[in-house]
């Protein structure tokens, strides 16, 4: 849209002559008439302006707004009309083109240097920051080089094709602007590089732009390119008309048309910004801070309106992208103020682009005005917002600041139209407009979540910074100032204490709740669940009731997770989980929430809140046993604690957990669990054993799932208690538990005498006492374990009475046991309190320790039920057996003491099993030892010969032999001989040196 960029004003007028040539210095105008005059021209100070020197004096170096009078005529100043003329400020030097070209000093205008090689030239350029000239004449350019002086030195001349009509210095080469075409001819040698024609009808123009490319003009278009000739983009000027001069002065390019002025902005599209109309313009320059327009008798100045006052016309009439260009060039001190501008402006065009339905760029333009979030979201009178002190009416948001008062053209309309521009209020809508809103609300509500989601990392990261530095603070416990005064706070689970008056966290917790319910009105299910699983302020009351609403369970579970409400989080899970097992669930429910889904959610927990894990575990327990329990035992809870409580809720699911944990990690159950798993075990083998009696099917051979466990628990593990266990065992069944627990209790021989008369099994008593043997052998302080041997092969001697007197004895183990784990305790071991129960306790469990001694065969019984054993055991004997064990654990028996134990009757010929290799054992044995003997005997008298050998060691002394100690000869006196057979000394020089060593050693002594 055309805005008012430059104001025309009319500088001089009514000039004596046509005008030729017009230039500026400073604030003069310098114009070159036909009549070959040159005249000065310039405002006339008023006593004003001379009352404020400082003021003149600036003034005096740009052109005013004022009317020009005639200050100075300079007569003959050309012989001929000037074709132009250009003030070489940095230099003092007026440059003049005529019949050649002339350069003089300012401002007395001496003349410094005449090209002559110039006549006849019809165009030039200047380089200033080389100092090189560069004219063309006919089909010649030459470069002229200012050496500094009063003179200039002739550098290069090349020859062209045709006519230069146009040209300009770009880098180090020069555009030219031929009759037909545009060449860039290199000035180092000459070479000519097509560009691409120029037009037929205008002459070519070529202008240079203050960034070193080049504006090539065809036609009424202008063309970029670089300073070798290559387009720079597919974008042109267009004129109205083809223009004769081209002005750059950012932003705009001003053009001389034939019948006016235009200007355009130097951004792309390039759109017209002003049209100037003026007739019989002849010239068109740039000064300092104006554009000069020369007609035949009158010179205009187009001086350019202010900023700041562009900026108003601009946003007023809705051009914003070309008012946000303007911001750009305000001056570097107007920071803040070109901040607050295009913060305005930026909200303004969103408001017009959301009006448009351009609702992304809008969002661009609102995250570039740095608006808050809450600004933008009171357009989405929909979304619901957490009440805190950051909320406000949407008029107080649009209280942006007003323009400054210089940078206003006074125009009171202008400013009145951007400052009504106010965020929409919600209005009564027809039924059409309703529905209109309706379609539209996906696309408004996405471009919502692309604005938040820009914003949402910088508040985050302040939002976190600012809790970790009250977590810091409640660390320390100090006061920090007022800040510390008005620290109020209030409960959030999951994040601890939140400060009320925490900006930056109810500036995220806004964000974050409006997020979610973007995310969610535009169908992002799963972006709203990675929004809650990740870091998040999401307001819990408000974004719980609209998840519960729209039936979102999967976000609501993680919206109290992400605030550490497990416990609601886990009912909600067990509710989904049960609707999603009834017939008419939805097989969304069925495919999500499974019993697995709360394990699942249960497993981050074990090591914070093992409470809330074994309460909800329990819901799942029977449907998913296996996975509860791996929960238990992975999530490292107490395993007392998760015994206890499955004793209390599932007492069912009690053993199972302890069979893992102890496959798991043996050494890691206790003493205490592992009785409480092995009491388990029994008490489930003494029902299926009592159903079996009742029914009259009861097999000692007999192993159910749970009985296996049960013995092989009791041979493996070792905490249970064996005294409290073989009190429940009955009497008549569950003799091999009984013989484990017997062994446990070290009463071998009724363990023996159980694996042997009650359960007729041999092997199962050869085994344990390999396992009693082996268990011994590996601790070195442990009785002689061959005896456990000895023991069995007495069971096998006497078989007659040990049946007789088992069932005795093992009452009296009992008894003896229940007594003493009355009285002291369970776990501390068996004591006899006296009485025939207690000696009989005592022989039994000496049975374990016995000597045999080599004279009689009973001297190992210690009471006088060990007599009885031999009364009738001739005619019962289990010889089988006994031959059996010799002959298969020969290498383990004392062989003299189970000799004696045979009865004379047994034949030498069934012993040969036994008596073979333990006879070749001991040979061998034997033999070893001999040998061992005479090694030592040999290395004895190896000694001996040493010793022997030292002792003939033989010392010369001669007359040259010299002590070692003093450097004086040994000759008759007494000597010593050190070790080494060689350092010879005094006998008194030695004992000199011993005593200076004693006194040496005990000199720290005295110190002390």
Same mark, same amino acid.
């Given at each position: 849209?055309?805005?008012?960029?430059?104001?025309?004003?009319?500088?001089?007028?009514?000039?004596?002559?046509?005008?030729d040539?017009?230039?500026?210095?400073?604030?003069?105008?310098?114009?070159?008439?036909?009549d070959?005059a040159?005249?000065?021209?310039?405002?006339e100070?008023s006593?004003?302006d001379?009352?404020s020197?400082s003021?003149? *004096?600036?003034?005096?170096?740009?052109?005013?707004?004022?009317?020009?009078?005639?200050?100075?005529?300079?007569?003959?100043f050309?012989?001929k009309?000037?074709l132009?003329?250009?003030?070489?400020a940095?230099?003092?030097?007026?440059l003049s083109l005529?019949?050649?070209?002339?350069?003089?000093?300012?401002?007395?205008?001496?003349?410094?240097?005449?090209?002559?090689?110039?006549k006849g030239?019809?165009?030039?350029?200047?380089?200033d920051?080389?100092?090189?000239?560069?004219?063309?004449?006919?089909?010649?350019?030459?470069?002229?080089?200012?050496?500094?002086?009063?003179?200039f030195?002739?550098?290069?001349e090349?020859g062209?094709p045709?006519?230069?009509?146009?040209?300009?210095?770009?880098?180090?080469?020069?555009?030219l602007?031929?009759?037909?075409?545009?060449?860039?001819?290199?000035?180092?040698?000459?070479?000519?590089?097509?560009?691409?024609?120029?037009?037929?009808?205008?002459?070519?123009?070529?202008v240079?732009?203050?960034?070193?490319?080049?504006?090539?003009?065809?036609?009424?278009?202008?063309?970029?390119?670089?300073?070798?000739?290559?387009?720079?983009?597919?974008?042109?000027?267009?004129?109205?008309?083809?223009?004769?001069?081209?002005?750059?002065?950012?932003?705009y390019?001003?053009a001389?048309l034939?019948?006016?002025?235009?200007?355009?902005?130097?951004r792309v599209?390039?759109?017209?910004?002003q049209?100037?109309?003026?007739?019989?313009?002849?010239?068109?320059?740039?000064?300092?801070?104006?554009?000069?327009?020369?007609?035949?008798?009158?010179?205009y100045?187009?001086?350019?309106v202010? *900023?700041?006052?562009?900026?108003?016309?601009?946003?007023?009439?809705?051009?914003?992208?070309e008012?946000?260009?303007?911001?750009?060039?305000?001056?570097?001190?107007?920071?803040?103020?070109?901040?607050a501008?295009?913060?305005?402006?930026?909200?303004?065009?969103?408001h017009?682009?959301?009006?448009n339905?351009s609702?992304?760029?809008a969002?661009e333009?609102?995250?570039?005005s740095q608006?808050?979030?809450?600004?933008?979201l009171?357009?989405?009178?929909?979304?619901v917002?957490?009440k805190?002190s950051?909320l406000?009416?949407?008029e107080?948001?649009?209280?942006?600041?007003?323009d400054a008062p210089?940078?206003?053209?006074?125009?009171?309309?202008v400013?009145?139209?951007?400052?009504?521009?106010?965020?929409?209020?919600?209005?009564e809508?027809d039924?059409?407009?309703?529905?209109?809103?309706k379609?539209?609300?996906?696309?408004?509500?996405?471009a919502?979540?692309?604005?938040l989601? /820009?914003?949402?990392?910088?508040?985050?990261e302040k939002?976190?910074?600012?809790?970790?530095e009250?977590?810091?603070f409640?660390?320390?416990?100090e006061?920090?100032?007022?800040?510390?005064?008005?620290?109020?706070?209030?409960?959030?689970?999951g994040?601890?204490?939140?400060?009320?008056?925490?900006?930056a966290?109810e500036m995220?917790?806004?964000l974050?709740?409006?997020?979610l319910?973007?995310l969610?009105?535009?169908?992002?299910?799963?972006?709203?669940?990675?929004?809650l699983?990740?870091?998040?302020?999401?307001?819990?009351?408000?974004?719980?009731?609209?998840?519960?609403k729209?039936?979102?369970?999967?976000?609501?579970?993680?919206?109290?997770k992400?605030?550490?409400?497990h416990?609601e989080?886990?009912?909600?899970l067990?509710?989904l989980?049960?609707?999603?097992?009834s017939?008419?669930?939805?097989?969304?429910?069925?495919?999500?929430?499974?019993?697995?889904?709360?394990?699942?959610?249960l497993?981050?927990?074990?090591?914070t809140?093992p409470?809330?894990?074994l309460e909800?575990?329990?819901?799942?327990?029977?449907?998913c046993?296996?996975?509860?329990?791996e929960?238990?035992?992975?999530?490292?809870?107490?395993?007392?604690?998760v015994?206890?409580?499955?004793?209390?809720?599932?007492?069912?699911?009690?053993?199972?957990?302890?069979e893992l944990?102890l496959?798991?990690?043996?050494?890691g159950i206790?003493?205490?669990?592992?009785?409480?798993?092995?009491?388990?075990?029994?008490?489930?083998?003494l029902e299926?054993?009592?159903d079996l009696?009742?029914?009259?099917?009861?097999?000692?051979?007999?192993?159910?799932?749970?009985?296996k466990?049960?013995?092989?628990?009791?041979?493996?593990i070792?905490g249970?208690?064996p005294?409290?266990?073989l009190?429940?065992?009955?009497?008549?069944?569950?003799?091999?538990?009984?013989?484990?627990?017997?062994? /446990?209790m070290?009463?071998h021989e009724?363990?023996?005498s159980?694996?042997?008369?009650?359960?007729?099994?041999?092997?199962?008593?050869?085994s344990?006492?390999?396992?009693?043997?082996e268990?011994?052998s590996?601790q070195?302080?442990?009785?002689?374990?061959?005896n456990?041997?000895?023991?069995?092969l007495?069971?096998?001697l006497?078989?007659r009475?040990?049946?007789?007197?088992?069932?005795?004895?093992?009452?009296?183990?009992?008894s003896?046991?229940?007594?003493?784990?009355?009285r002291?305790?369970?776990?501390?071991?068996?004591?006899?309190?006296?009485?025939?129960?207690?000696?009989?306790?005592a022989a039994?469990?000496g049975?374990?320790?016995?000597?045999f001694?080599?004279?009689?065969?009973?001297s190992?019984?210690s009471?006088?039920?060990a007599?009885?054993?031999?009364?009738?055991g001739?005619?019962?004997?289990?010889?089988d057996?006994?031959?059996?064990?010799?002959?298969r654990?020969?290498?383990?028996i004392?062989?003299a003491?189970?000799?004696?134990?045979?009865?004379?009757?047994t034949?030498?010929?069934?012993l040969?099993?036994?008596?073979?290799p333990?006879?070749?054992k001991?040979?061998?044995?034997?033999?070893?030892?001999?040998?061992?003997k005479?090694?030592?005997?040999?290395?004895?008298?190896?000694?001996?010969?040493?010793l022997?050998?030292?002792?003939?060691?033989?010392?010369?002394i001669?007359?040259?032999?010299?002590?070692?100690?003093?450097?004086?000869?040994?000759?008759?006196s007494?000597?010593a001989?050190?070790?080494?057979g060689?350092?010879?000394?005094?006998?008194?020089?030695?004992?000199?040196?011993q005593?200076?060593?004693a006194v040496?050693?005990?000199?720290?002594?005295?110190?002390?």
């Amino acid at each position: 849209m055309v805005h008012s960029a430059y104001d025309s004003f009319q500088l001089l007028s009514g000039c004596p002559t046509k005008i030729d040539a017009i230039e500026s210095y400073g604030s003069k105008l310098l114009v070159s008439c036909s009549d070959g005059a040159l005249r000065i021209y310039g405002p006339e100070p008023s006593f004003s302006d001379r009352s404020s020197s400082s003021d003149y *004096l600036g003034q005096a170096q740009e052109l005013r707004k004022e009317t020009y009078a005639l200050e100075r005529t300079v007569t003959g100043f050309s012989k001929k009309p000037l074709l132009s003329m250009e003030v070489l400020a940095s230099r003092e030097l007026l440059l003049s083109l005529s019949e050649s070209i002339a350069f003089h000093r300012i401002p007395n205008l001496e003349t410094l240097a005449v090209i002559t090689k110039a006549k006849g030239a019809n165009v030039y350029s200047w380089d200033d920051r080389r100092g090189f000239l560069c004219f063309a004449r006919q089909k010649r350019v030459s470069i002229f080089r200012h050496d500094g002086g009063r003179g200039f030195v002739e550098v290069k001349e090349f020859g062209v094709p045709d006519t230069v009509k146009s040209m300009s210095w770009c880098g180090e080469n020069i555009c030219l602007g031929i009759r037909k075409e545009y060449m860039i001819l290199n000035a180092t040698n000459g070479a000519l590089t097509d560009v691409f024609p120029s037009g037929r009808l205008a002459p070519p123009l070529v202008v240079s732009l203050p960034s070193g490319e080049l504006l090539l003009g065809k036609e009424n278009i202008g063309v970029f390119v670089d300073q070798n000739g290559k387009l720079l983009q597919a974008e042109r000027i267009c004129w109205s008309e083809a223009p004769s001069v081209i002005v750059i002065q950012k932003p705009y390019a001003i053009a001389l048309l034939p019948r006016r002025v235009e200007i355009r902005s130097l951004r792309v599209p390039y759109p017209l910004i002003q049209t100037i109309v003026l007739q019989n313009v002849r010239h068109l320059i740039q000064s300092n801070n104006a554009v000069i327009v020369a007609l035949d008798n009158s010179v205009y100045g187009l001086f350019p309106v202010p *900023l700041g006052a562009q900026i108003v016309q601009l946003t007023a009439s809705g051009n914003f992208e070309e008012a946000l260009a303007l911001c750009k060039l305000l001056p570097p001190e107007d920071s803040s103020l070109r901040a607050a501008k295009e913060g305005s402006i930026h909200i303004r065009y969103a408001h017009y682009l959301f009006e448009n339905g351009s609702y992304e760029e809008a969002m661009e333009h609102f995250l570039a005005s740095q608006v808050d979030i809450t600004y933008v979201l009171s357009l989405y009178p929909s979304i619901v917002l957490p009440k805190t002190s950051m909320l406000r009416e949407p008029e107080k948001l649009m209280d942006i600041s007003s323009d400054a008062p210089y940078l206003s053209r006074g125009s009171s309309g202008v400013s009145d139209d951007m400052e009504s521009l106010a965020p929409p209020q919600l209005t009564e809508f027809d039924e059409h407009a309703a529905l209109e809103s309706k379609k539209m609300s996906h696309n408004t509500l996405m471009a919502l979540i692309k604005f938040l989601q /820009k914003k949402r990392f910088s508040i985050i990261e302040k939002a976190t910074s600012e809790g970790t530095e009250e977590v810091v603070f409640d660390a320390v416990g100090e006061n920090f100032g007022p800040y510390d005064s008005s620290r109020s706070k209030k409960s959030n689970k999951g994040r601890g204490t939140i400060s009320i008056n925490s900006v930056a966290r109810e500036m995220a917790s806004i964000l974050d709740t409006a997020l979610l319910q973007a995310l969610l009105l535009t169908g992002q299910s799963s972006a709203a669940l990675e929004l809650l699983r990740g870091l998040n302020y999401c307001d819990l009351k408000i974004c719980e009731e609209i998840l519960q609403k729209q039936n979102h369970y999967t976000a609501l579970l993680e919206l109290y997770k992400c605030n550490s409400m497990h416990r609601e989080s886990l009912k909600l899970l067990h509710q989904l989980v049960e609707e999603s097992k009834s017939s008419r669930a939805q097989t969304e429910l069925n495919s999500k929430f499974k019993p697995e889904s709360i394990i699942e959610y249960l497993k981050p927990l074990c090591g914070t809140e093992p409470m809330l894990v074994l309460e909800f575990s329990m819901l799942v327990l029977e449907s998913c046993p296996t996975q509860t329990i791996e929960l238990f035992l992975s999530g490292n809870i107490p395993a007392d604690l998760v015994n206890s409580y499955l004793k209390q809720h599932a007492p069912s699911m009690q053993g199972r957990y302890l069979e893992l944990m102890l496959a798991m990690n043996e050494n890691g159950i206790s003493g205490n669990l592992q009785n409480e798993m092995v009491q388990i075990y029994l008490s489930e083998v003494l029902e299926w054993h009592t159903d079996l009696s009742a029914q009259q099917k009861w097999d000692e051979k007999a192993y159910s799932p749970t009985r296996k466990k049960l013995l092989s628990a009791l041979e493996s593990i070792s905490g249970y208690n064996p005294e409290a266990l073989l009190q429940r065992l009955p009497a008549d069944a569950l003799y091999e538990e009984r013989a484990i627990l017997l062994g /446990k209790m070290n009463q071998h021989e009724l363990a023996l005498s159980l694996y042997v008369h009650k359960l007729h099994v041999p092997e199962l008593a050869l085994s344990y006492c390999d396992r009693v043997y082996e268990s011994a052998s590996h601790q070195p302080s442990a009785k002689s374990s061959g005896n456990i041997y000895l023991t069995l092969l007495q069971i096998y001697l006497n078989p007659r009475k040990t049946i007789n007197n088992f069932e005795k004895l093992i009452t009296n183990v009992v008894s003896s046991h229940s007594t003493s784990i009355t009285r002291v305790g369970s776990g501390t071991s068996v004591k006899a309190k006296g009485g025939r129960g207690a000696k009989k306790i005592a022989a039994i469990v000496g049975a374990e320790d016995m000597r045999f001694s080599l004279s009689s065969t009973d001297s190992s019984r210690s009471d006088g039920d060990a007599d009885e054993f031999t009364e009738e055991g001739g005619s019962a004997i289990m010889l089988d057996g006994v031959l059996d064990l010799l002959s298969r654990r020969w290498d383990r028996i004392n062989g003299a003491q189970a000799l004696k134990l045979l009865p004379k009757e047994t034949k030498l010929q069934n012993l040969l099993p036994f008596l073979g290799p333990l006879m070749r054992k001991s040979s061998e044995a034997y033999r070893n030892l001999l040998v061992i003997k005479s090694l030592r005997q040999s290395e004895s008298l190896q000694v001996k010969e040493e010793l022997y050998n030292q002792r003939k060691t033989v010392v010369k002394i001669t007359s040259d032999s010299m002590c070692s100690l003093c450097s004086k000869k040994i000759g008759t006196s007494v000597f010593a001989v050190y070790p080494n057979g060689k350092t010879l000394v005094h006998f008194v020089c030695f004992k000199d040196s011993q005593s200076m060593k004693a006194v040496g050693k005990g000199t720290p002594l005295r110190k002390r």
